[in-house]
């Protein structure tokens, strides 16, 4: 549940090198419905088991990556708040009007934070044409595909001066922290940021270059499903870069791949409950690897050095 204003990372979009046939990994692998497609040829695909519009769109680019994610607020008198209340930190912003490069998606105000990575955010989307129902439901309404993925649920960005960003999260979209790694003097290496129960909405690692993505997860129902992803890796030859496994970090149990453009994928499955009040938890940077890969013990190479 939401514990603020702020309510869910709502939508994210992605560079990706060749539309067809990421575009079957999205559909028919991970298990997302395709909503729509643009005019200038971008695709916009949701989950089985979320309502709005849609929550992922693909753009067909010379590299892949991050363009940007947006984050859904409680009300348009909260948008206006928020919008202020970022200038008045020291980001500007733009507004992108209602229907215009996002179908289904009210007015967003977008800017861009110290990690170099644009976010926006918006309070208004229109309900997808195929959503969960709502009266006497059944589980679902056809049987998903592929991972079962059930919703868009975080991501993970590097870049620098991630503290301010860390801080612009907490007084701005009034987000809390339940999780950081600092190094031996006791700057920040990474935080792990969210606005509701979830263990994360966005997490942030300190990087020289800017703009970067590490991963885009998605929720998986338990750690059965989990393992069933697995399978479906394997029998579709995916490069993976670790799991099935466990973080000790987030709780999660979870597996990394890439897609087809080379953005690394997470799904994901469990982790602890977060409240805004519970003592922070802080790992040392030496312990990272443990923190990460809680079954292994140890950092993966490939984990921190491959990034979009």
Known sequence: MALNKTLRPGLIQLRVLDLDQTLNFYKNILGLNEVCRTEDGRVCLKAYDEFDHHSV?????EEPGFDYAAFKVDSEET?????????AFGYQTDVVPANTNQPGFGKRIGFTISTGHRLEIYADVELAPQIPETRNPNIWTEEPRGMRAQRLDHFLLYGPNIAEAERFCKEVLGMFVPEVCNTPDGKRLAAWVTSSNKPHDLAFVEYDKPGKMHHVGFLLQDWNDVGHAADIMAI????QDIGPTRHAITRGQTIYFWEPSGNRIEVYAGGYTAYPDNPQRVWDSEQLGRGLFYYEGEMIPSFLQIIT
């Open 57 to 61: 769109t693909l753009r067909l680019a």
């Open 79 to 87: 948008l206006e708040k928020m919008a202020e209340a970022v200038e």
């Open 236 to 239: 579709n030859h995916l490069k």
